[in-house]
Antibody, heavy 117, light 110 residues
Framework: QVQLQESGPGLVKPSETLSLTCTVS????????WSWIRQPPGKGLEWIGY???????NYNPSLKSRVTISVDTSKNQFSLKLSSVTAADTAVYYC???????????WGQGTLVTVSS | QTVVTQEPSFSVSPGGTVTLTCGLS?????????PSWYQQTPGQAPRTLIY???TRSSGVPDRFSGSIVGNKAALTITGAQADDESDYYC??????????FGGGTKLTVL
């Protein structure tokens, strides 16, 4: 049973870059698509983007200019960077293992990132 | 901009059957939209229920089923139980490797 764990700073200052890592255990990162999803407090879910284990990516058009997702197969990890953050980027951030490039299958527990000075 | 639509709220009686829907602001949902469904209770991570229209995720009871009804994706819950009271989200694949979440449906079991 694959497990995913998000990690990274819980507080980021406005205009800085949010950085999170998802560590995959119980299975290999190879052969799968992996996504980041977020949920602002009290609001719905938003897909941020995915990365294939080979490194190919695709992003939500609304965030594309600020998002970078990367993968480190040697560490069985993938990462999210979101630049120029504002208070609107405050959210619980989830990572997932996907079914192809169309759906999330397994989820991490999520990590709250607050953007505040 | 493509908007995925869901009923904001729905209620069902214990033991009853409810069908939640997931549509597109413009156009029809088909199997090529690869609809998927997720259940989320407060403070918890989402749980995948259905993907590829009607494939149940591992461990999901067969009380949950997915389909296409008319021009929308549908999630049907039969024999509703108290712990089915949750938020339900759908996701549609809209092409160009883009997925979009619906706004979610808050299901009440009472």
């Amino acid at each position: 049973q694959v497990q995913l764990q998000e990690s990274g700073p819980g507080l980021v200052k406005p205009s800085e870059t949010l950085s999170l890592t998802c560590t995959v255990s119980g299975g290999s990162i190879s052969g799968y698509y992996w996504s980041w999803i977020r949920q602002p407090p009290g609001k719905g879910l938003e897909w941020i983007g995915y990365i294939y284990y080979s490194g190919s990516t695709n992003y939500n058009p609304s965030l594309k200019s600020r998002v970078t997702i990367s993968v480190d197969t040697s560490k069985n990890q993938f990462s999210l960077k979101l630049s120029s953050v504002t208070a609107a980027d405050t959210a619980v951030y989830y990572c997932s293992r996907d079914n192809g490039n169309t759906a999330m299958l397994s989820w991490g527990q999520g990590t709250l990132v607050t953007v505040s000075s | 901009q493509t908007v995925v639509t869901q009923e904001p709220s729905f209620s069902v009686s214990p033991g009853g059957t409810v069908t939640l829907t997931c549509g597109l602001s413009s156009g029809s949902v088909s199997t090529s939209s690869y609809p998927s469904w997720y259940q989320q209770t407060p403070g918890q991570a989402p749980r995948t229920l259905i993907y590829n229209t009607n494939t149940r995720s591992s461990g999901v009871p067969d009380r949950f089923s997915g389909s296409i009804v008319g021009n929308k994706a549908a999630l049907t819950i039969t024999g509703a139980q108290a712990d089915d009271e949750s938020d339900y989200y759908c996701v549609l694949y809209i092409g160009s490797d883009i997925r979009v979440f619906g706004g979610g449906t808050k299901l009440t079991v009472l």
